[in-house]
């Protein structure tokens, strides 16, 4: 068993295609990495909203904006 | 050099090599940059050199001896062997540092190869290794070099220069040379005998590093103020986030070389000499197995994707873990990225980091560890953890392309990467120890206080004072 196709080298390589394992699984990988994908948008975006919320809900301090703002 | 066809195929892989030479030492100014904005104001310098010092020191010793190991270790340890297989190679005419193809030579033989031993063809002769093997000894020895720095990053603001370079040679220019021969070489008796399979060093050259660099840190211990009274951590946050940040985007690049630097670019079944049959020529990796540089092109760019998005989530859009998380999904894919599926590099890359981040600070916290740069997580456990993988998902495949050879397994992987972890661990352990016994390996506590730039602050104020009172004393 290997999970390329190939336990040995004693091929002719114009005769050998595709060897990464597992094959025939290369429609569930792209469900799974688009899942991956769409899922890391939403954390994301929930985590940066929850950010902003904290920091809109802490107290307002004008002098702190003020120096930040000096700083450039 | 035989016919036009040959010839060529020996220029071009000569350029190729110099050109992964160039990218690798992008790594460096890499780690430098990474160093520097990781340590406080005080430490510039020190940091900095300490750093970069290992850059000589290790290239000398690795023309002494370093390259020499890796042709004379692949059975164990040249006069004490773990197995009875014949070295494919004479070390003492590939890689002695008195051998003739050692220097400038032009493939044909006279006098002076004669006496030495060299003959013009053959695995030891002229006709190999002639133009090649300088450049396949400067590939090896950037290899060697990064492995040294990444012990570096973990140990500033308080190690002695003179013992981070003593660890440096020991790390560079015989332990991680070593585990090379062994698990990273066609004829390495751990390819051989435990089906090994770390093709872009996960292992070999990350794991044996985070080994060194934990066993430094257990005798070295934190930076004064690291931990508060409780015990708790502090954090000690880097003073410029920025450079830290390009410094990781430089070693990303240098790693590219890296990667290229671990392929054969162009060879003949004929010349491999395995079980491979008929004439289509192919790049392969070191232990001459199929691969493309398509391949590795593309696992490496979506391990690392998705480590950084990964570790973008985890660590809450923290700059340096992030990007710290992106190296360690290519370490951790690197082990099988000559083989992976671009989608398995990715799962891969994501998972790995992940882990390690969370081990790196339940052993800061547990242990008292103090790794200032997480090189212990990202290239210990990271590189650890790639191997293993490996194991399970290239699990049958032919680890050579010569018979006899045992298959990739997950059990031989996990043996070789708890040795190439122990190879770093326990010879640096007592080497850190044998230096601290003699006051060689920590900064006094007064200096480390004033920062370990006093010699150079001190130079730097004086001149400074002087110049500035001569410029008022012109304007009277």
Known sequence: ?72 | MGDNVSTLNVIFTEFYYWVTVVFMFLIHVGFCMYEVGASRRRNHMHTLMKNTMAIPLITVTFFFFGWWIYFAFPSGLYWFNFVEDPLFYDPNLVAGPASPLMGTHLSGVNETDIAAGITADGLNGAAIWHRLNGVFWAAFLLFSITTASIVSGAVIERIKMGAFWMIAVLLGSVLWITDAAWGWSAGGWMVKYLGYHDAYASGVVHGIAGGAALATLIVLGPRLGKFRPDGTPRDIPPHNPWLVTIGLFLIYTGFWGFYAACNIPMISPGSIAGQITGETWTTTNIYLTPTTLSAITMNFLMALSGGMMAGYIFSKGDAFWTYSAGLCGIIGASAGNDLYHPNQAMFIGAIVPYVAYKLHFWVERTFKIDDAVGAVAVHGYGGFMGVVIAGFVLWGAPSSPYEGYAVITPWGNFIGGCIMVLLGFVPVYILCKILNSFGLLRIPAKIELEGLDFKGRAAYEAAVAEITAAERAMLK
Do not use: N
């Not at chain 1, 985590?47 to 301090?61: D, F, G, P, V």
């Open chain 1, 1 to 72: 068993m290997s999970t390329i196709g190939y336990a040995s080298w004693a091929v002719d390589l114009k005769d050998v295609g595709a060897i990464y394992p597992f094959q025939g699984t290369e429609t569930i990988m792209v469900v799974l990495g688009v899942a991956f994908w769409i899922g890391w948008h939403v954390l994301q975006i929930r985590q940066e909203e929850a950010e902003i919320a904290a920091e809109m809900k802490a107290e307002r301090r004008d002098d702190v904006a003020r120096k930040l703002i000096d700083d450039y």
